[in-house]
């Protein structure tokens, strides 16, 4: 069975999944709000390359502003936008719906909370999205390395599931369908999936986006490797205490080898695997490259999920709050960009202790 596809958000994430779906012939149309990169996929085609090599593609693509000159309704509609414009970008979908249209999301945070009010949970899938990637200019995405997939010999780079738990068939026809951008697999757990990668998002996310470094210089310097330690413990405590199975990114370290390495002892162990060798392909998380685009990020759908989630469940998130005032500082143009980020988060956080 042929599918029709559209992809709306055609950032790192959509982009490489609709490209990948594209260039193994399925019949996907890229829907973005960037007109230099829709008119550039359109003209020249998509770049997809990096750590899987160099692929160009040609791709559909059509600027929302077209959205509504499209003709039809879509079997799946990936909704890849950032987390603040869900919402927005579902309802311009709306009618290219039908009663069994899929809407899936690989993004970050947990839109499937957004999305399924508006379309119905019996419609709604998730996707886990594990890979790293960057798009600095039109038509041209660039796949990195991160520390968790440079731990498996096969790189994991998609997880499918439905609310519910259950392997549905359509779960299977996705895991398919997205394969041709990597190894994809089906999730009986969305829920703990999405706040496990919940973790590596505020971990790195803010601190590489207040900093300026990349991703696997956050890993390597002392006092940022404290401080994404402290997040991604803080982003644990909370998701279990919520009564989901979050799991520790780095390998078989627990959440005590983490509180551990945060300690004034710390883990030889973690530290090496955390400040290990650089990727081949070195990269910026997607907090960070929004940054230096100038856009707004998605701190309050990150770190800042934790921290209420934290404040509703009586945890204290105090690295979680600070990194969200920091960010939220830098946003505004009140603090630049830069490694004194932070101490003022480490000030913070003595304060509110």
Same mark, same amino acid.
């Given at each position: ?57 040609? $791709?559909?693509?059509? #600027?929302?502003?077209?959205? +509504?000159?499209? &003709?039809?309704?879509? =079997?799946?509609?990936?909704? !890849?936008? %950032? ?76 997880? $499918?599931?439905?609310? #519910?738990?259950?392997?549905? +068939?359509?779960? &299977?026809?996705?895991? =398919?369908?997205?394969?041709? !951008?990597? %190894? ?170």
């Amino acid at each position: 069975m042929a599918f029709r596809i559209a992809s709306i958000g055609v950032g790192a994430i959509g982009g490489t999944l609709a490209g990948f779906m594209s260039k193994e012939g399925e019949d996907v149309l890229l829907i973005d709000s960037w007109k230099d990169h829709v008119d550039a996929m359109n003209n020249r085609g998509l770049t997809l390359d990096g750590i899987t090599g160099e692929h160009k593609v040609e $791709v559909k693509a059509i #600027h929302t502003d077209q959205i +509504p000159a499209i &003709e039809g309704t879509f =079997d799946i509609v990936v909704v !890849a936008v %950032k987390s603040y414009d869900t919402q927005e970008a579902v309802r311009r979908m709306l009618p290219y719906m039908r009663d069994d249209t899929w809407v899936i999301s690989p993004q970050n945070s947990i839109n499937e909370l957004r999305i399924a009010p508006l379309v119905g949970a019996s419609r709604t899938l998730g996707c886990i999205t594990t890979i790293s990637a960057g798009i600095y200019e039109p038509a041209h995405i660039t796949r990195t390395g991160s520390v968790s997939q440079s731990l498996q010999k096969e790189p994991l780079c998609f997880k $499918v599931g439905e609310l #519910h738990g259950e392997i549905t +068939p359509r779960v &299977e026809k996705i895991v =398919d369908l997205f394969s041709s !951008a990597g %190894k994809t697999v089906p999730t009986q757990d969305l829920w703990g999936e999405r706040w496990s990668k919940m973790v590596t998002n505020c971990m790195v996310n803010a601190t590489a986006a207040m900093t300026g470094m990349m991703s696997h210089e956050v890993r390597a310097n002392k006092v940022s490797r404290m401080q994404i330690l402290n997040l991604a413990i803080e982003t644990i405590k909370v998701g279990r205490a919520l009564g989901y199975n979050v799991v520790p990114p780095m390998g078989d370290f627990s959440l005590e080898d983490m509180e551990k390495a945060a300690g004034t002892n710390g883990h030889p162990e973690l530290d090496k695997v955390l400040s290990g060798e650089p990727p081949a392909v070195p990269g910026r998380p997607s907090m960070a490259q929004d940054v230096i685009k100038g856009r707004l990020t998605e701190i309050e759908y990150l770190n800042g999920m934790v921290s209420d989630k934290g404040a509703e469940m009586g945890i204290n998130t105090p690295y979680s709050n600070a990194v969200v005032e920091v960010l939220k500082a830098v946003e505004s143009g009140e603090f630049e960009v830069g490694i004194n980020n932070l101490d003022r988060v480490a000030s913070i956080v003595g304060a509110s202790v």
